[in-house]
């Protein structure tokens, strides 16, 4: 029940966040609600699909066709508000990586998984929803130039593991591996810290 | 037989609408004829592959390798007289959704799954090549933008499953559904009718 | 022992493509990294999604996650000096097509399919990768528009199903498909071969 709300506040998050970048499109209501939909459920399909998990997970369950639904219209109706629930939807959205992250990982445990494909399943079923609406909509995904986004699950991933061998209730570790990544994700935007960039900047090439 | 015939010609049609696209972006003789396959088959694969019917269909199956490869090139040798066939491939073309629509609908129906998300595997059997065409072609997929496509399909969809409680005979179900789909999409052509696009125009901001 | 030496030499060169590409598109770290991974696995991941081989190949083997890990750092640190290993670069990964290539094959084998098919699923695992590597980053892939990597592969699948009547050992025959993917890409490129592109240049137009 508890997780199940989070679940659909993080839907929600996504969908909105989807929505907002296809208007900035200019895309049809259609074009919307499609990078809405693949922007919530997209990290998840990936990772199901890699695990051999089909039908994948939003096919068996109404919860999200609905949820992704009402909020892409919500989103359309109310678009010249929602700059003014920037912080709720950042929360939100935080708390859904944070989610995503250590339901993904569970996922890479009941296939026996390695722990590292396990971290990578879960940054994957966080990241990948933005990542695939990025392509859709032309963009280079923002996550790979200046997010702290997957750094963040990464970290998350490896407090689960590392806790495993302590901790006997999985509920705990769930929640602190959860928090952890809710945790940095919050630090690194207050702080303003990013992943350090590659390349040499045009002030260093002068 | 039937069924089979139009198969092909919905093959041909997105094969060669593929080809068109991947001219215009100057690509040579083996990405033309990838973007002509991806935009044929690519809608049915990600259906197969999300609800886990793999090998994927065109792998089992002669046909669709042989159609494609021989409309390609076709279309490549008389690339400068396709334009007086527009007429003949916008009909293949609208006759190949209709029928693709309802294939992925009994797709999903043979794994159990609710009509709406059989819907959604029609839609996108019927759909997504040209989103992987236009995404390998590296602009914003056209039917997220301008196009009544979609919603031809899922108003197909919506008539099979009203009327599934009504009619015993599977097939005429298949064809009914089929043809308010390529009704659907001959009236919004013909009508200039599209979807609301959700921004402000130009002329609304001054 | 033989075989696994090339595939690591592949996956080093594939990754290393990767971390150049990325870096030239001013992506932080963790999306060199990703794209290291995707060039290096994408191919065969798409290979394995298509056959319904899950958890995919990389996911039950340390093997891949860590050479390409140790192959994107190298990259990184030494990005200035790699312009000196351009060719060993391009021979390790002119070996490496050769191998996925039949790899590839033999994988299509195992599950029954038609040789085209098989053929499909090899140049597909050697060539998905870069493609995969050309969305991320927002380019139209380079292999639809110059390159003859595709066609080498395609060479190499036909002579394997040719000899395939007259030779009994399958390891004669995955050498021998190997070598005439390679030979034929070493050819290629020395003496500047390419696909006709099937548009008229600008000279032509006049």
């Given at each position: ?116 494909f396990c971290i990578i ?46 901790l006997e209730d999985r ?13 940095v994700r919050l630090l ?19």
């Open positions: 029940m508890f997780i199940q709300t989070i679940d659909i506040l993080g839907t929600i998050a996504f969908s909105i966040s989807g929505v907002l970048v296809a208007m900035n499109k200019k895309m049809d209501a259609f074009g919307v609600f499609i990078i809405a939909f693949v922007t919530a459920v997209g990290g998840g399909t990936l990772r199901d699909l890699l695990i051999g998990a089909t039908p994948v997970f939003w096919m068996t369950d109404m919860t999200f066709i609905i949820v992704i639904s009402a909020a892409a219209l919500f989103a359309v109706i109310f678009r010249n508000y929602i700059k003014h629930l920037r912080r709720s939807l950042f929360l939100f959205d935080t708390i859904g990586i944070g989610l995503y992250t250590v339901i993904g990982i569970e996922k890479g445990m009941a296939v026996d998984l390695h722990p590292i399943l879960g940054t994957m079923s966080a990241c990948f929803g933005g990542v695939i609406r990025d392509i859709l909509c032309n963009e280079i995904p923002v996550i790979f130039r200046k997010e702290v986004y997957a750094t963040a699950c990464i970290l998350g991933g490896l407090t689960y593991f590392l806790m495993l061998e302590f509920n705990y570790l769930f929640i602190i591996a959860g928090l952890v990544v809710i945790a690194a935007v207050i702080f303003k810290l990013t992943l350090p960039s590659l390349y040499k900047s045009e002030a260093e090439l002068k």
